[in-house]
């Protein structure tokens, strides 16, 4: 990576950090089923999700696409990916 006008080494440090952070997070996806509660759904709304079954909690989640299926049937399929700038760590339990 080059990162030009980086002119300190505390600079230097802190980009470093922040690439290596954005390089090492997981990709997390998901597909859900919704009810029409969720019809205002739209890509890049963010949500949270969890899942207690897997120990997922309050992961931030970006939705990638939404299918809103028919009136009929009342279902919506929402497709989500664990959010870049989701900092915490915590989302997932500890092994």
Known sequence: LHFPGCCTAALAQKLASRELGAASIPMVKAS?????NF???????????????????HMV??????????????RIQIDMLRDIFDVSLGAFPVP
């Open 32 to 36: 859900v089923i919704v009810n029409r």
């Open 39 to 57: 019809y205002q759904a739209r890509p890049g709304d963010v949500f949270t999700f969890t899942w207690p079954e897997l120990g997922i909690d």
């Open 61 to 74: 989640m970006r939705v990638a696409r939404v299918d809103l299926g028919s009136l009929q049937d009342g």
